[in-house]
């Protein structure tokens, strides 16, 4: 099945299925990938996001890539509308601070060590992030209507392909996008 994305910033949403596809794969790390000019230090963020997948009970395992093209305005996936759904879901909650949405992708294979929460996935990112990149209360969201263009974007796809009417566009540059699933 076929979901093809026609906007100019289409290929912001590519990362979100690698996201996806790493997280499936116990890779807690591509939280910080995703989000690095957000972070003072990328690299040691996602160190400290595979530490809480270990403790978390997660393995490793073999990382299947998702099927999608890349065009000059469009995104073409070749994968079912859930599993599209489901990583701009991720890319939307990562980009809005919601790290602990890390934690709901995947079951953990493991059992998961007795100091383990899912609130350590937001310490990490409040011990990591920028001044101003989200709040520093662990609990609160950025707002969609500022959020980065990749969000809103994210969101506005999640809502087309869900069948629900886009009441906000928050603004995105170029107007909305088009979505046919075939």
Same mark, same amino acid.
């Given at each position: 099945?076929?979901?093809?994305?026609m906007?100019?910033?289409?290929?912001?949403?590519a990362?979100?299925?690698?996201a996806?596809a790493?997280? @499936? %794969? =116990?890779?807690? @790390?591509c939280?910080?990938?995703l989000?690095?000019?957000?972070?003072k230090?990328?690299?040691?963020c996602?160190?400290?996001?595979?530490a809480?997948?270990?403790? &978390?009970? *997660?393995?490793? $395992?073999?990382? !299947?890539?998702?099927?999608? +093209?890349? #065009?000059?305005r469009?995104?073409?996936?070749? !994968?079912?509308?859930? *599993?599209?759904?489901?990583?701009?879901e991720?890319?939307?909650?990562?980009?809005?601070? +919601?790290?602990? &949405?890390? =934690?709901?992708?995947?079951?953990? *294979? =493991? %059992?998961? $060590? +007795?100091d383990?929460?899912?609130r +350590?996935?937001l !310490?990490?990112?409040?011990?990591?992030?920028?001044?101003?990149?989200?709040?520093?209360?662990?609990? @609160?969201?950025h707002?969609l209507?500022?959020a980065?263009?990749? @969000?809103r974007?994210?969101h506005h796809?999640?809502?087309?392909l !869900?069948?629900?009417?886009?009441?906000h566009?928050?603004?995105?540059?170029?107007?909305?996008?088009?979505v #046919?699933v075939g």
């Amino acid at each position: 099945m076929a979901i093809v994305i026609m906007h100019p910033g289409a290929r912001l949403l590519a990362p979100g299925l690698d996201a996806l596809a790493d997280v @499936a %794969a =116990g890779d807690w @790390a591509c939280a910080a990938r995703l989000c690095a000019a957000r972070l003072k230090d990328p690299r040691a963020c996602g160190r400290d996001l595979d530490a809480a997948a270990v403790r &978390a009970g *997660l393995t490793r $395992g073999p990382r !299947e890539p998702y099927r999608y +093209q890349l #065009h000059h305005r469009m995104l073409v996936v070749d !994968e079912h509308p859930d *599993l599209l759904a489901a990583a701009l879901e991720l890319q939307m909650k990562l980009w809005l601070g +919601q790290w602990d &949405a890390l =934690g709901t992708v995947v079951p953990s *294979l =493991g %059992a998961p $060590g +007795q100091d383990w929460r899912p609130r +350590q996935l937001l !310490e990490i990112r409040a011990r990591h992030q920028h001044f101003d990149a989200w709040s520093s209360r662990l609990y @609160a969201s950025h707002n969609l209507s500022t959020a980065p263009t990749t @969000a809103r974007l994210a969101h506005h796809v999640l809502t087309k392909l !869900e069948g629900g009417a886009v009441r906000h566009a928050y603004d995105l540059p170029a107007g909305p996008a088009a979505v #046919h699933v075939g």
